[in-house]
């Protein structure tokens, strides 16, 4: 009998990498995809419509999800708002993300086979903020560390939070990283500019995505690859730091060098997220997805997919693409120029420290970069890591919280049971419920205290476990930061109806 897999986001890069993926399987899986009823989506699924179940609909709405959901085996959210459209809409990134999450773990659990359904959360990298050099190394159960202003990693952080203590029987989270796809080529917008130039990336391809999302829903994969996190990358040839993605990038659509076309001070030195990844391996240990495709050969590739006019671009002298590029780096609120020409303090100081560490940056000639060192450090999750979680007692509880500047509340706990939430209490003596899982495996704490606004000072001084990566990079900060919740207003109105953008 066929497995009945919903997938959500289905029309999204990665979400129609999946849906490829499942078309040479369509003999052992049965597809249902969501989408939301537009023109485009409809000229994209033309060619499968009669190959797939496509359930017209918004996954804000949960009558739409319910009806997608009906009869899964497994589902798969892919799903959502997603950056750079995040910048500018936070508060409906915030709103869309986690009504879409809500809406898919209320359907699930309204199944009369609940227990048996499979559901894939995906997750994202940039729930564990910058990992600059030193602690350029991570891995999941790492602190919950959300950039300053990513108003998407917190509605994933949210999102994630939701699907593991919703009392779903078999859940997983797959946190993505950067997912290199052809279009990436193409775009132009003032993120281009909101990385670290040695910041760093495990770069996953958007095949290996695709196929790490089919490849869980095969009946080879081992029980004990549900109810965990984990980190999809493709592997040590994917490490690179944003410089030399920049160089690959560049080359692929046949520009210069970044010292030819752009300049130094357009790149934040901090404030992103990224890392490359300790335990990325331990997904593909269990999905086998990788194709191991060297990544300038992988480059090549994108190119080949690109409209032949790309590469006019070699025609073009390094100072026109210049001044071509310079309009990202000083558009309107967004671009890293228009901060220090506006004298943007609070934008200013959470993505270069201050006023005068910009003025301190080095011209090109002088900048380190240099290939972050591959020598892995490991941070402190504050237990003993060495017993499996079916080992887990309150004691373990007490010395994780107490690393984490608070207390395990619960007085008893049944050994090995990482599921049912604990009471918690953080430095800040808000009470909250978590499972074990959630705190020891996910690196979540206290929801009160999750941005906006960013505490991450305070915080820092009384949570060890945290401190770890807030401290390398704004201890020596010449003034508090402070960053108040009024960020949120002035930047968009949320009074259109919810929306997926796949």
């Known amino acids: 009998m066929k497995k009945r897999v919903f997938i959500t986001g289905a029309t999204g890069h990665m979400g129609w990498a999946t849906v490829q993926e499942f078309m040479s399987r369509l003999d052992r899986f049965d597809i249902t995809v969501l989408a939301r009823d537009s023109k485009k989506n409809r000229k994209l699924l033309a060619p499968i ?4 179940r496509i359930v017209w609909g918004n996954l804000a709405k949960y009558e739409d999800v319910l009806r997608a959901t009906e009869g899964a085996d497994y589902v798969l959210h892919i799903g959502g708002l997603v950056s750079p459209k995040t910048d500018y809409f936070p ?10 999450a809500n809406n898919v773990v ?3 659990l309204a199944q009369p086979n609940a227990d048996d359904i499979r559901v894939c959360y995906v997750g994202t990298v940039a729930q564990t903020s910058d990992r600059n050099e030193p602690i350029h190394w991570g891995r999941t159960g790492d602190p919950i560390c959300i950039s300053v202003y990513d108003h998407y990693a917190i509605s994933k952080t949210v999102a994630e939070r939701i699907f593991v203590e919703s009392g779903i029987k078999h859940w997983v989270s797959l946190r993505q990283s950067g997912i290199l796809y052809a279009d990436i080529l193409k775009n132009y917008d003032p993120i ?9 990336l495990e770069w996953a391809t958007v095949e290996d995505s695709g196929r790490a999302m089919a490849n869980l829903c095969e009946d080879w994969v081992s029980p004990d690859f549900w109810n965990r996190f984990y980190n999809i990358g493709s592997g040590p040839e994917y490490r690179l730091s944003n410089y030399e993605f920049e160089c690959k990038l560049l080359k692929a659509i046949s520009c210069p060098r970044p010292e030819k076309i752009f300049n130094p001070e357009w790149f934040v030195t901090r404030n992103f997220h990224g890392q490359w990844y300790a335990d990325s391996q331990v997904l593909e240990d269990f999905l086998h997805f990788r194709a191991n ?11 080949r997919q690109l409209p032949w006019f790309f590469s006019l671009a070699c025609l073009a002298p390094a100072p026109i693409l210049k001044l071509a590029m310079r309009p990202m780096a000083y558009k309107k609120k967004w671009g890293t120029q228009w901060w220090i020409k506006n004298n943007d303090t609070q934008r200013i100081a959470a993505y270069y420290g201050s006023l005068e560490k910009y003025k301190a940056i080095k011209p090109w000639a002088e ?3 240099s290939h972050p060192s591959e020598e892995a450090i490991i941070l402190d999750h504050g237990y003993d890591e060495t017993k499996s ?3 887990w007692t309150i004691e373990d509880m007490r010395q994780a919280a107490e690393f984490r500047g608070g207390k395990c509340l619960s007085e ?6 990482w599921r049912t939430p604990l009471e918690w209490e953080c430095q800040f003596g808000h009470r909250f419920k978590a499972s074990p899982v959630l705190v020891l495996l996910g690196g979540h704490w206290c929801p009160e205290c999750l941005p906006a606004p960013w505490n991450y000072d305070e915080i820092a001084k009384g949570n060890p476990f945290f401190a770890q990566v807030w401290e390398p990079f704004h201890k020596n900060d010449p003034q508090p930061n402070f960053y108040p919740e009024s960020i949120l207003q002035g930047w968009e109105g949320d009074d259109r109806e919810l929306r997926i953008e796949s």
């Open 106 to 108: 209320k359907a699930v």
């Open 91 to 100: 508060n409906r990134t915030r709103n869309v993300n986690i009504t879409a």
């Open 293 to 303: 495709v060297p990544v300038d050969e992988y480059f090549k590739q994108m190119k």
């Open 192 to 200: 281009m500019f909101h990385v670290p130039l040695r910041g760093v």
């Open 49 to 52: 419509q009669d190959k797939i």
């Open 367 to 369: 900048q380190d970069l």
């Open 389 to 391: 979680r079916d080992e």
């Open 412 to 417: 008893s706990m049944t050994k090995g049971d």
